[in-house]
């Protein structure tokens, strides 16, 4: 049986929002957005860094090795779509800090736990390849710049006492925001995290150190260096303290040259299993939410959207693997 036409309102032009209008596009469905714009968003500072494995106990980031090829083809053919450059793949070069870091990390490779991802070992780092990048501020930017062209994002704030008056999907893409929406009894953690941009002398192109926090070349000739994480801070105020912290991180690694361009802040949202948020509000069947994503949304994003694109074109139910307020 064909599905009726979909009428699809995105509330919210982050990083969900802006892979989700792709992907339905790319499905040949219709939809609209409303977005108030990037001051306090996570994806306004998001470096986009997918890592395969983090943590001090080095653990594999979770669904890595299902969801890395999506997220390649998923990139690429946005970039190729929109005509700018998004996507690079790096390597990492991870540098422990404790003599147990290294013990856990050799007894994992022993293991097999961490293949295929580190792909060398010396005497105080490895390396971990492939890690991807993804452009998050651009790829917003310029898809932002063609939705206004076409009339299908509008700027303001949707009003959710007014849900009603819309026939059809609407999907809270708004990130932090959703803490104040329809889904705010869902459960939410927040966190503070900042970041720098610099121009660092010294910095290798193509390899992302990495030592307590990362620091990511541009081919720009610019720098990321990040990011902080304060569980439960709600406020986007760039402090000296993270600035500091930063720098330290940054100067550890070898760097002394370092000349910073912007002091940046965004709260990521996740839920309290930390997983992803996807599904449709208990009393509203038409009223949806991708969200959530936390630290590594740039690798979920492709996966939940798609899930998205499924479940209003074939009424899939959402994976079981994820957050889901209610499945159908």
Same mark, same amino acid.
């Given at each position: 049986?064909?599905? =009726?036409?979909?009428?699809?309102?995105? #509330?919210?032009?982050?990083?969900?929002?802006?892979?989700?209008?792709?992907?339905?596009?790319?499905?040949?469905?219709?939809?609209?957005?409303?977005d108030?714009?990037?001051?306090?968003?996570?994806?306004? #500072?998001?470096?986009? %860094?997918?890592?395969?494995?983090t943590?001090?106990?080095?653990?594999?980031?979770?669904?890595?090795?299902?969801?890395?090829?999506?997220?390649?083809?998923?990139?690429?053919?946005i970039?190729?779509?929109?005509?700018?450059?998004?996507?690079? +793949?790096?390597? %990492?070069?991870?540098?422990?800090?404790?003599?147990?870091?290294?013990?856990?990390?050799?007894?994992? %490779?022993?293991?097999?736990?961490?293949?295929?991802?580190v792909?060398?070992?010396d005497?105080?780092?490895?390396?971990?390849?492939?890690?991807?990048?993804?452009?998050?501020?651009?790829?917003?930017?310029?898809?932002?710049?063609?939705?206004?062209?076409?009339?299908?994002?509008? +700027?303001?704030?949707?009003?959710?006492?007014?849900?009603?008056?819309?026939?059809?999907?609407?999907?809270?893409?708004?990130g932090?925001?959703?803490?104040?929406?329809?889904f705010?009894?869902?459960?939410?953690?927040?966190?503070?995290?900042?970041?720098?941009?610099?121009r660092?002398?010294?910095?290798?192109?193509?390899?992302?150190?990495?030592?307590?926090?990362?620091?990511?070349?541009?081919e720009?000739?610019?720098?990321w260096?990040?990011?902080?994480h304060e569980?439960?801070v709600?406020d #986007?105020?760039?402090?000296?303290?993270?600035?500091?912290?930063?720098?330290?991180?940054?100067?550890?690694?070898?760097?002394?040259? %370092?000349?910073?361009?912007?002091?940046?802040?965004?709260?990521?949202?996740?839920?309290?299993?930390?997983? =992803?948020?996807?599904? #449709?509000?208990?009393?509203?069947?038409?009223?949806?939410?991708?969200?959530?994503? $936390?630290?590594? $949304?740039?690798?979920?994003?492709?996966?939940?959207a798609?899930?998205?694109? +499924?479940?209003?074109?074939?009424?899939?139910?959402?994976?079981?693997?994820?957050?889901?307020?209610?499945?159908?």
């Open positions: 049986m064909k599905s =009726p036409p979909a009428k699809i309102l995105i #509330v919210g032009q982050g990083l969900a929002g802006t892979v989700l209008g792709w992907s339905l596009s790319r499905a040949g469905l219709d939809w609209r957005m409303i108030a714009g990037h001051a306090t968003a996570a994806s306004r #500072v998001a470096a986009g %860094i997918i890592n395969p494995v943590g001090q106990r080095w653990v594999k980031t979770w669904l890595i090795d299902e969801l890395w090829p999506m997220a390649w083809e998923t990139y690429r053919a970039e190729n779509d929109l005509g700018v450059p998004l996507w690079r +793949e790096l390597t %990492i070069r991870r540098y422990w800090r404790t003599e147990k870091e290294h013990r856990t990390l050799l007894s994992k %490779i022993e293991r097999g736990v961490l293949a295929p991802w792909q060398s070992v005497a105080n780092s490895c390396v971990l390849a492939p890690a991807g990048r993804v452009n998050v501020p651009l790829m917003l930017t310029t898809a932002r710049a063609r939705w206004l062209a076409e009339g299908r994002l509008i +700027e303001g704030r949707f009003d959710w006492a007014n849900r009603a008056e819309h026939d059809g999907w609407v999907i809270d893409c708004t932090a925001a959703a803490r104040e929406g329809p705010a009894s869902s459960g939410f953690a927040i966190s503070k995290g900042e970041v720098l941009r610099a660092i002398e010294g910095l290798a192109d193509g390899e992302i150190p990495h030592r307590g926090h990362w620091v990511l070349p541009e720009s000739g610019e720098a260096i990040g990011a902080t569980p439960g709600d #986007v105020t760039a402090t000296p303290a993270a600035r500091e912290a930063l720098l330290r991180s940054a100067r550890n690694l070898g760097y002394e040259k %370092i000349n910073v361009t912007a002091h940046l802040v965004g709260l990521r949202l996740a839920a309290r299993n930390m997983r =992803p948020l996807i599904g #449709v509000h208990p009393t509203d069947p038409r009223l949806g939410i991708l969200g959530a994503l $936390g630290s590594k $949304g740039v690798l979920y994003a492709p996966w939940l798609q899930q998205w694109v +499924e479940h209003i074109t074939k009424r899939y139910a959402f994976s079981s693997k994820v957050s889901a307020v209610f499945k159908r």
